[in-house]
């Protein structure tokens, strides 16, 4: 769909939030960040920005600490996940920087005040940095622990207004089994919220799909690793998963 007088993609959303995960940010090594991995990110994001589409993010944490795994061996379960909230911040902070070098203005919004860093959250300020074309990057999950980061990304979506959450993964879609370990896995087109629950498919936690169902707000679920594909989708082109209701 194209812009009457212009040869550029009409959008078919106006504002989106991008939820990718930290491991997503460390590209081959087993661990930490790659910085050529987060700015091919950042540039997917920036051709996102510039066709006119306002874009909250959050990223996972799982790169640097996972509160689960850190509970599992024997850890005091809220202590880890507030580490591996500190963990997200970091990485909205590389982010930050990747978007910036690019042009785009950004601000990392955290759910745990740290003010020599970043803001701290104020749902109608976030709104306003939105409506003045600026990236939110919200690190820190909610604030609070038992929360994963997929929870934090619908939250806020729906705090934030957005149309629609993009879930950014390795596959190109929702499949009815892992597609990395089976040869016959199938790819749904779209799938409901309800199915995702009772077929234990593994878009986001079943707190995340709860209340994106509740909300009526529809999740893309896409490959973050197709150059140019979160931009097509957005112009009604590439290969996704839509999770919508009932």
Known sequence: MLDEGSDQPKPSYKRVLLK?????????QGYGLHPPTVERIAAEVKSVHDI??????????????????????????????????????MN???MQSSLERLGVF?????AIPMDQVCEPYIRRRAVRHLEKARVCIFAAGTGNPYFTTDTAATLRANEMACEAIFKGTKVDGVYDKDPME???????DTVSYND??????????????ALARDNNLPIIVFSLDEPGGFRGILAGEGTYTRVSGP
């Open 20 to 28: 990718i995960s930290g491991e997503a940010l460390m590209g081959d």
């Open 52 to 89: 006119g589409v306002e874009i909250c993010m959050v990223i996972g944490g799982g790169n640097i600490f996972r509160g689960l795994q850190g509970s599992a061996q024997g850890m005091e379960r809220t202590t880890a996940d507030y580490m591996g909230m500190l963990g997200t911040v």
């Open 92 to 94: 909205a902070l590389a």
């Open 106 to 110: 950004t601000r990392v919004i955290s």
């Open 182 to 188: 089976h040869d016959d896995a199938v790819r749904y």
């Open 196 to 209: 995702c629950l009772s077929k234990n498919l593994k878009v986001m936690d079943a707190s995340a799909i």
